[in-house]
């Protein structure tokens, strides 16, 4: 699930106004990083799981079922 970047995210984030587009980036991606460990270490402490997180595990543990119907041939054919 993606959550959006807030000002307040950036607070303790020092810009330099000479930084290129790509050095902006850069430290956009390093708070995200650091908000979704803090959100996944909250996450693991609490034992919370999301929505998406038990649709994934019954998925996986759920197998298909195939059955084959026996043929109609004779038994001479086969």
Request: glycine share 2%.
């Amino acid at each position: 699930m993606m959550e959006f970047l807030w000002f307040k995210d950036f607070k303790d984030t020092n810009i330099d106004p000479k930084w290129s587009a790509f050095n902006y980036l850069l430290e956009v991606t390093i708070v995200d990083q650091e908000k979704s460990q803090q959100r996944s270490s909250m996450q693991e402490k609490n034992g919370l799981k999301r929505k998406h997180q038990f649709k994934e595990e019954n998925s996986k543990n759920k197998r298909p079922i195939v059955s084959y119907p026996p043929t109609l041939f004779p038994q001479s054919l086969k």
